[in-house]
């Protein structure tokens, strides 16, 4: 039997800025707008939060925006001053060395900081909520859009009720990551900058003491390199070169995940949280607005976390 959608019969819904995505950027913007008074309609397709790191190093102006969310203070308990960084040659030995500014900080917080994805996102949708002039459409897809005479309008979906309805804008933020499709429907090409390489990264929580370094680590070793580093409390990340000799796929079976981590850490000290493959790619999109429609985040600009 089809399943037929039903539509709202309410006249449009009017906000200030539409934001779609609701990753940390999109969530960031959204709380900054909201904060201005601005009427905030933001649309994101999954219902929850994606419950997997994937960013997990922050900066001190990042933290100043945060702070102005009414997100740092909670979020502070929860992250650490980045180590620094040793760079380890063929041989192990050391051939470069960062550590960060040491305090007292110029922006009233460390230079580089290491957080946990979900609970800072957790954070942010708190801060949403609290603000009612700031709607938050969750399990919701954009189906359609157009602008006309300096308004945006847009056709979504709410999955959970199987409802279409219609809501415009006078400015739209497409958030909507790597994949944009506000960036594809404007027509916005990306520029190659001509890096692409695969890389397995495995996030863990130590179980018990293990020889690992005190700091994160660059292994600049030709047979593979690798990034080792140190997250918040026991949580550990390892960033592992897939070489072009290699097949990506393989990097999906975990006795091949754990065959290449065991050359870094000893593997029974660690409760895997997640493993995942990504392409590094370095691409920034020529035109990040096109008149009331503007990119931000991976939508405008991707590149490796080496950056």
Request: aromatic share 8%.
């Amino acid at each position: 039997m089809k399943e037929y959608l039903k539509s709202k019969k309410r006249k449009t819904q009017a906000f200030d800025v539409i934001v779609v995505g609701c990753g940390p950027v999109g969530a960031i913007i959204a709380n900054l707008l909201g904060m201005e008074g601005l009427n905030i309609c933001i649309i994101e397709k999954e219902k929850n939060i994606y419950d997997k790191p994937r960013a997990i190093v922050l900066d001190w102006e990042a933290m100043r925006a945060l702070q102005y969310c009414n997100v740092a203070r909670d979020l502070e308990p929860t992250i650490i001053p980045h180590t620094g960084t040793d760079y380890l040659g063929v041989d192990n030995s050391l051939i470069k060395l960062f550590d960060p500014q040491p305090p007292p900080y110029s922006l009233g917080w460390p230079s580089t900081i290491m957080f946990v994805q979900p609970v800072l996102e957790k954070l942010l949708r708190k801060s949403l909520s609290a603000k009612g002039n700031v709607k938050f459409l969750s399990n919701t897809i954009l189906q359609n859009f157009n602008q006309k005479n300096k308004v945006v309008k847009a056709e979504i979906i709410d999955q959970s009720k199987n409802e279409r309805i219609s809501i415009s804008g006078k400015f739209l933020i497409g958030c909507d990551g790597a994949n944009s499709i506000i960036r594809s429907k404007i027509k916005t090409e990306m520029k190659d900058h001509k890096f692409d390489e695969s890389w397995i990264v495995v996030d863990a929580y130590l179980l018990k003491k293990t020889n690992l370094p005190n700091k994160t680590t660059q292994y600049c070793w030709p047979s593979r390199p690798a990034t080792y580093v140190v997250g918040p409390g026991k949580l550990r990340r390892w960033e592992i070169k897939i070489l072009p000799s290699e097949d990506r796929s393989v990097f999906s079976k975990k006795e091949k995940v754990l065959e290449v981590l065991k050359n870094y850490v000893d593997i029974d000290a660690l409760d895997i949280w997640r493993s995942a493959t990504y392409r590094h790619k370095v691409v920034v999109a020529k035109n990040w607005r096109k008149n009331q429609i503007f990119l931000a985040g991976d939508a405008a600009h991707q590149t490796p976390p080496f950056l």
